[in-house]
């Protein structure tokens, strides 16, 4: 049980004496899933800008973004839109 408790005291002061690394290593893992989350994000959204350009074709069009819902609509005239089906 003695060596038990002095392996356990060994342990907690090396990761005790790297606080700073852990926190440093912590925010960089942050970091990285934020940007993964970003660019996965970012890359639906250009996805779904080309799918709705080509439904739309030759008109133009609004692809609107709001929190996670997206939607196309293409004009049929100057003032008026018009919802577009996107294929999924």
Request: one cysteine or more; glycine letters at 2%; proline letters at 2%.
């Amino acid at each position: 049980m003695k060596t038990l408790k002095n392996y356990m005291a060994l342990v907690w002061e090396w990761v005790y004496e790297r606080t700073a690394l852990w926190i440093i290593l912590f925010l960089w893992v942050t970091f990285m899933v934020s940007l993964s989350d970003l660019s996965i994000q970012s890359s639906k959204i250009k996805e779904g800008n080309i799918e709705c350009k080509s439904s739309c074709h030759p008109v133009s069009y609004e692809y609107i973004q709001s929190n996670m819902d997206y939607s196309c609509w293409c004009y049929q005239d100057e003032t008026t839109l018009i919802p577009a089906i996107l294929q999924k």
